[in-house]
T-cell receptor, first 109, second 114 residues
Framework: QQPVQSPQAVILREGEDAVINCSSSKALYSVHWYRQKHGEAPVFLMILLKGGEQKGHEKISASFNEKKQQSSLYLTASQLSYSGTYFCGTENTGNQFYFGTGTSLTVIP | DAGVIQSPRHEVTEMGQEVTLRCKPI?????LFWYRQTMMRGLELLIYFNNNVPIDDSGMPEDRFSAKMPNASFSTLKIQPSEPRDSAVYFC????????????FGPGTRLTVL
């Protein structure tokens, strides 16, 4: 029931773009995205609700495809500060909430 | 404004001992969550309270774990007796509204059970 994220890890150079995917086996009501830096607590990035397809936050945006039970996080023109582990959190229509498997993102100069 | 406050930040205990983790949510928030994070299992939701009432405790591992929220400004997570496999970072988070609202995480409690 834990959503699966892909890729598991990615290394980027500053300025490059990345896409992180989150797939669930159950119908979704909402998708949250968080970033966690090493040794710190997760920090909320954005939430997408059923019926809302895309949101943006500076150079980070996300989409939610209800039919495919998937969400994608888009990071454009990556910065060093983007490094961390990204988690999706999904609430399915059965009111169950699970975090995804996580994607480690490393941005290098 | 103060964020979510957790105590202690670090706890080292011996197997069989009782452990109590504490959380003070952000003032005005009415939802509170307890999570556990390990390398093997990632982030897991243990229990979710709304208006001090446990709504979803399906993630609580077993009877050794219990959580309470006696009022809107305080929650505890207790493990009795503790086991080495309980070693993890335990996060508390709070939000305004229900589960789909933004969750604000506390700094976490790193628990080590020897």
């Amino acid at each position: 029931q834990q959503p699966v994220q892909s890729p598991q890890a990615v290394i980027l150079r500053e300025g490059e773009d990345a896409v992180i995917n989150c797939s669930s086996s159950k119908a979704l009501y909402s998708v949250h995205w968080y970033r966690q830096k090493h040794g710190e607590a997760p920090v909320f990035l954005m939430i997408l609700l059923k019926g809302g397809e895309q949101k943006g936050h500076e150079k980070i945006s996300a989409s939610f495809n209800e039919k495919k039970q998937q969400s994608s996080l888009y990071l454009t023109a990556s910065q060093l500060s983007y490094s961390g582990t990204y988690f999706c959190g999904t609430e399915n229509t059965g009111n169950q909430f699970y975090f995804g498997t996580g994607t480690s993102l490393t941005v290098i100069p | 404004d103060a964020g979510v406050i957790q105590s202690p930040r670090h706890e080292v205990t011996e197997m069989g001992q009782e452990v109590t983790l504490r959380c003070k949510p952000i003032s005005g928030h009415n939802s509170l969550f307890w999570y556990r994070q390990t390398m093997m299992r990632g982030l897991e939701l243990l229990i979710y309270f709304n208006n001090n009432v446990p709504i979803d405790d399906s993630g609580m591992p077993e009877d050794r774990f219990s959580a309470k929220m006696p009022n809107a400004s305080f929650s505890t997570l207790k493990i009795q007796p503790s086991e080495p496999r309980d070693s993890a970072v335990y996060f508390c988070a709070s939000s305004m509204g229900s589960r789909e609202a933004t969750q604000y995480f506390g700094p976490g409690t790193r628990l080590t059970v020897l």
